[in-house]
Nanobody, 116 residues
Framework: QVQLVESGGGLVQPGGSLRLSCAAS????????MGWYRQAPGKERELVAS???????VYVDSVKGRFTISRDNAKNTVYLQMNSLKPEDTAVYYC??????????WGQGTQVTVSS
């Protein structure tokens, strides 16, 4: 059984910062992909940022220069540092992992609301 536990969401004013964390536990042999996705009301879920086991990163254009993804392989944890937040960043944020056995797991989601 694999569990992903997310934390760090909340309400923040425009221009503020939040740091999301996602810790994976259970029968995980090796994680080669970790990513953050988000889904706003009425919209499809989209990739925000991803990071491979080798440290390669990908960002959606709308967050480049504001968000930073990182991972701690020893803790099976992925982070998303979000700075200069905008109202359009409001969404439920989900973490996703893919193991070397090509198994995919999703977190339960954490709400991020950017509003004054």
């Amino acid at each position: 059984q694999v569990q992903l536990v997310e934390s760090g969401g909340g309400l923040v004013q425009p221009g503020g910062s939040l740091r999301l964390s996602c810790a994976a536990s259970g029968s995980i042999f090796s994680i080669n992909y970790m990513g953050w996705y988000r889904q706003a009301p009425g919209k499809e879920r989209e990739l925000v940022a991803s990071i491979t086991s080798g440290g390669g990163t990908v960002y959606v254009d709308s967050v480049k220069g504001r968000f930073t993804i990182s991972r701690d392989n020893a803790k099976n944890t992925v982070y998303l540092q979000m700075n200069s937040l905008k109202p359009e960043d409001t969404a439920v944020y989900y973490c996703k992992i893919r193991t070397v056995q090509l198994r995919i797991y999703w977190g339960q989601g954490t709400q991020v609301t950017v509003s004054s």
